[in-house]
């Protein structure tokens, strides 16, 4: 019967299953018929004694009858056990057991861990999914409640600005560079300066607005710096020293960002 080698190969990769007796009777025929004409399978076959030859000894409740043994180990050709079969396995082991029950037990070992290392990968792989996404969601969860605390923060400071009783307003007008724009300050020696503007210009990058106190000396002092949101507002709080001299009105700038000692830029909002 002329066979290709593919088919050849299939059938030869049956030999594994063949001395574990785990072959149909059909297959398991066909097999035998093979290997008693092909001397490859027959080598193959007879390499493949060894393990069923410890698994006689360490699974002997599962152990091939004798007559299925005694076929399998019988068909090999020249094999040491059609001389010396394998005795039912009672008693101590025989001389030479132990390098064969090693040679079966690390080949069910490294399936056994290979199987295992793999679900253990697939569990580890899902696992990380996890923590991922938790550390994410916590993250997440950090960042909002860091921004609530700092809106209710910045909320807290503006009302004790507004309600102190030393507060004094300055409204703050548009300039030609800004014509729509307006403002109003509101400070408080004790609770510090709340700003609040509209209509502001966005500003050019690398630039931004700063906030000047103007008192009764000749350089203006720096209130501090802001950026109006996407429709040109800004609602911001201001820290200012316990010691400013009394401001007699104020002014807004565009700036290099980081701010400046002076102002260089044009004037956005004045208010006196
Ligand atoms: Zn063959």
Same mark, same amino acid.
């Given at each position: ?7 050849? @190969? ?14 149909? /009777?059909?297959?398991? @025929? ?9 001397? $490859? ?31 399998v ?6 094999? /040491? ?45 899902? =696992? ?21 605390r700092?809106?209710?923060? @910045? ?10 009783? $030393?507060?004094?307003?300055? $409204? ?7 014509p ?30 700063q ?17 109006? $949101?996407?429709?040109?507002?800004v609602?911001?709080v ?14 807004v ?9 002076a102002?260089?830029? @044009?004037?956005?909002?004045?208010? =006196?």
């Amino acid at each position: 019967m002329a066979m290709s080698s593919t088919e050849h @190969d299939e059938l030869r990769e049956q030999a594994e299953l063949y001395v574990l007796g785990a072959l149909t /009777p059909a297959d398991r @025929d066909a097999f035998e018929t093979h290997v008693a004409s092909c001397a $490859d399978c027959a080598a193959h076959v007879k390499s493949l004694a060894p393990v069923i030859q410890a698994l006689a000894h360490t699974a002997p409740q599962h152990e091939p009858s004798p007559a299925l043994r005694t076929r399998v180990l019988g068909s090999i050709p020249g094999s /040491p056990v059609q001389t010396a079969p394998i005795s039912p396995s009672v008693g101590r082991p025989p001389r030479g057991f132990v390098p064969w029950l090693a040679a079966a037990a690390s080949l069910v070992l490294a399936a056994a861990l290979g199987v295992y290392a793999l679900s253990l990968r697939s569990r580890i792989g899902a =696992l990380e999914l996890r923590l991922q996404e938790a550390t994410d969601r916590a993250a997440a969860g950090e960042r909002q409640l860091a921004e609530v605390r700092r809106v209710a923060g @910045d909320a807290q400071s503006q009302l004790a600005v507004l309600v102190a009783p $030393d507060v004094l307003r300055i $409204d703050l007008a548009g300039q030609p560079t800004a014509p729509q724009a307006s403002a109003r300050a509101f400070w408080s020696r004790s609770r510090g300066l709340v700003f609040t503007a509209s209509n502001l210009p966005a500003v050019p990058p690398g630039k931004t607005y700063q906030i000047w106190v103007l008192t009764k000396q000749a350089a203006p002092i720096s209130a501090g710096l802001f950026k109006p $949101d996407p429709q040109g507002r800004v609602a911001a709080v201001f820290e200012t020293p316990l010691d400013l001299p009394q401001p007699v009105g104020m002014a807004v700038t565009i700036e290099l960002n980081g701010g400046v000692p002076a102002p260089t830029g @044009d004037k956005y909002l004045v208010g =006196l």
